[in-house]
């Protein structure tokens, strides 16, 4: 994280509304990218058809989707499918809750 760690405080991070240590925010990002171990081929997600990575609540389209295809071909219909997916997350999760 080389800079990062040697930062007294960062300020207006995304999802970070007080300021925080270099040191904490860098772990923090580690953290958070070994949760993608095993899911990333160089630079992009192995999803399934519908872009639903293995990990839970987690969508991705565009260029970082793993595919055969070019990606200009395939870009307008990545991004209606993540809409859709996006849109139909919330009722999955609850009727998984209330089962």
């Known amino acids: 994280m080389g800079q990062l760690t040697a930062t007294e405080g960062v300020e207006n991070y ?11 925010l860098a772990q923090d990002l580690e953290d ?9 081929e160089p630079g992009y997600v192995v999803t399934d ?3 639903a990575p293995a990990l839970e609540g987690v969508l ?6 793993a595919k055969s295809l070019p ?4 870009t307008f219909g ?7 997916q996006i849109h139909r997350y919330p009722d999955e999760q609850s009727t998984t809750q209330n089962a």
């Open 32 to 40: 958070q990218a070994k949760l993608f171990v095993g899911q990333l």
């Open 71 to 74: 990606r200009v071909a395939t």
């Open 49 to 51: 058809c519908e872009h």
């Open 14 to 24: 995304p999802g970070f509304p007080d300021p925080i240590l270099g040191q904490k």
């Open 78 to 84: 990545d991004d209606a499918l993540a809409a859709y």
């Open 60 to 65: 991705a389209a565009g260029d970082v989707v």
